[in-house]
């Protein structure tokens, strides 16, 4: 990408009163960083204004209520896996669209977009935009993807993603000019938009020039031939899947529009990440972001991210790090000059119990599917006393709902089922039929069976194995015995796919804090991720080749209701769709949540500068650091 040994080191317009509509008359006068300063002497580079667009995003800071940053300096994070690296795409949250710190949708990567009824979507590029080797960034990116990649039986035998089909039918997709791409579709897609500004977004452009060198419609037969022996893959279409990761962000070679680029090959304990010298924001100083020349990711044993941060050798971490590390953290702080910061957490519930609809037993299936049950063990959890235990009281006690940040929040839904009611969870067991116990005390199934509930955890957050000790004490009152079991991430999820799993734990809805444009299909069995419903969710996403179809009549009702979201043509209508699935939700307890809001520890070294004191921190949406914009941070020195 460059020549020297540096590259080794290495919508409609919404009115958003941060970011600046850059013209002719308005860009500032612009300044060469530091880092690249030699590589332009050198002629390897171009001078900053032939590297950003016509247009760039122009960001007024002062109108953010943030600082104006020097450019410079190495800043230091850590992950737990090497394929963790992707979180520098997360966090770098360069998208065609993004959220702003309202969660309101605005152009980003686009110069405009233009929406006709969520049916008709224009997307308009910034005049000059390039990737990060310096090749235009236009609708030949966008072609090549939809034409040869996602149409690409080879490339993709699913065919293009599912939130492109509407209706079982594809848009289409048209390339105006060399900035300008329509996506029209027969009936509304509300989806589209938001779907762009995910944490893991859906690519819907690729880098083609770099690619085409891989693909058997543009590239030299005998070269391309060569390049497939070379890396010991089967075909060109391999090849070219392996080197086609934007997301993943571990192959250094392909051109990137993130605001810092891979400069590391190969598997690494510490991996480099260097400014984009063709990154499309500036100041209003004329400053080009991101601000930090170089972010140093190092890879960490899990257990060892919150000792490394006491030792005061992050710059910026909030992964890896729980509630339980905030005391050790806070001890830290002067020593390892550092502050911790507490902030609010955007799952719609730190700790939930899944009850598996689909498990593979048939006695403990129907017991499973008895709400009565369900309601039960969610009334038997002393949620006061765990907040007390695991979180000082900072956290919320109550149901899986969305948070208060949320349009759609209804104290009556947060607080549904959710109060300590020993006596009436043990009148709903006994109305439900178990009403039998062994000589210990120990409920019986229909068949005789102890009511021994087994929950299977990742084992990765002591918080959820401190919280199922205390609901173990809780349930013994009704009966029921609750066994734990520990297991790895992976090897957990496969279980509860496959419908080994009783019940298990995790995380609520990552997205607590829906908005209008929010499509609510995570709240229907259309996924196996969500682990009460694994089987129902595989048959919606294989179209019925795989898993069960839901046979329960509020699970048929959530799908009937996100469908009508789909093709719902106004905002009243789509929120009429949300309340009612989220008061099915409540009254059915598909899970079982025990409390939200946990403060999630973030710490930020004392010359860091920008990273906001209060904030979410959100997977969905805001791609946790993202919605931030650590562009924007800085360092005082």
């Given at each position: ?87 520098m795409v997360v966090y770098g949250y360069a998208r065609l669209v993004g959220f702003d710190e309202n969660y309101k949708i ?64 594809l848009p289409t997709v048209s390339f105006p000019d060399e900035t300008t791409i329509v996506y029209e579709w027969e009936d ?251 000589g210990n005390g120990i409920r019986l199934l229909p068949d005789g069976r102890p009511m021994e509930l087994v929950i299977e ?181």
């Open positions: 990408m460059f020549k020297t040994t540096r590259n080794l080191f290495l919508a409609t317009s919404l009115a958003v009163t941060w970011m600046l509509p850059a013209t002719a008359g308005n860009i500032p006068d612009l300044q060469e960083s530091a880092f690249w300063k030699s590589e332009v002497e050198n002629g390897n580079l171009p001078p900053v204004q032939d590297r950003i667009p016509q247009e760039p995003l122009i960001v007024d800071l002062s109108a953010k209520g943030r600082e104006f940053g020097t450019p410079g300096g190495t800043l230091r994070t850590m992950v737990t896996r090497s394929k963790d690296i992707r979180q605005v152009p980003d990567l686009l110069e405009s977009y233009e929406n006709e009824g969520n049916r008709k979507f224009t997307l308009h590029l910034r005049d000059g935009h390039k990737w990060s080797d310096g090749t235009p960034f236009s609708s030949e990116d966008f072609r090549y993807w939809w034409e040869d990649v996602a149409n690409n039986e080879l490339l993709s035998p699913s065919g293009p993603p599912d939130f492109l089909i509407v209706e079982d039918k509304p897609n509300p989806d589209f938009l938001q779907s762009l500004a995910q944490a893991r977004p859906p690519f819907i452009y690729r880098p083609a020039e770099f690619l085409k060198q891989y693909h058997e419609k543009f590239a030299d037969p005998d070269k391309l031939a060569f390049e497939v022996d070379d890396a010991r893959v089967k075909s060109w279409a391999a090849l070219h899947n392996k080197l086609d990761n934007l997301y993943k962000f571990d192959n250094h070679q392909l051109p990137t529009l993130q605001p810092w680029l891979n400069a590391s090959s190969g598997k690494k304990i510490r991996h480099n990440f260097v400014r984009n010298p063709y990154y499309h924001r500036v100041d209003t100083n004329g400053v080009q972001l991101p601000y930090i020349d170089v972010v140093e990711m190092e890879i960490v044993a899990p257990g060892l991210v919150a000792a490394k941060t006491n030792a005061g050798e992050s710059d910026l971490q909030g992964r890896g790090l729980a509630f339980r590390d905030a005391s050790i953290l806070k001890k830290g702080e002067e020593q390892g000059n550092y502050k911790t910061l507490l902030w609010k957490t955007g799952v719609a519930s730190q700790i939930a119990i899944y009850p598996n609809l689909n498990f593979a037993d048939d006695g403990w299936r129907e017991v499973l599917r008895d709400v009565r049950v369900r309601r039960a063990l969610s009334l038997a959890i002393d949620r006061k006393t765990i907040n007390q235990a695991l979180y000082f009281k900072l956290a919320h006690p109550g149901a899986m709902s969305v948070l208060p940040a949320s349009p759609f929040y209804d104290e009556e839904n947060a607080q549904a089922w959710a109060q300590y009611d020993i006596d009436q969870a043990n009148a709903l067991l006994d109305e439900a039929g178990l009403d039998q116990r062994d955890t990742a084992g990765e957050r002591q918080e959820v194995e401190n919280a199922l000790q205390i609901v173990t004490d809780n349930w013994r009152d009704i009966g029921v015995k609750l066994v734990m079991r520990p297991l790895d991430r992976d090897i957990l999820r496969n279980r509860v796919f496959s419908g080994n799993t009783m019940a298990s734990v995790w995380f609520g809805w990552d997205d607590g804090i829906p908005q209008a444009h929010t499509s609510p299909a995570y709240l229907a069995p259309t996924d196996q991720v969500f682990l009460a419903w694994p089987k129902w969710g595989q048959y919606y996403q294989t179209g019925g080749e795989a898993g069960e179809p839901p046979d329960m009549p509020d699970a048929e009702r959530l799908m009937a209701l996100a469908h009508d979201w789909e093709v719902a043509t106004t905002d009243e209508e789509r929120e009429a769709v949300w309340s009612e699935m989220l008061k099915i939700h409540a009254n059915q307890l598909y899970a079982i949540g025990i409390l939200n809001g946990a403060p999630q520890p973030i710490v930020v070294s004392n010359r860091l500068r920008n990273v906001p004191e209060k904030a979410m921190w959100a997977w969905e949406p805001g791609a946790h650091f993202g919605i931030h914009r650590p562009d924007e941070f800085f360092f005082a020195d």
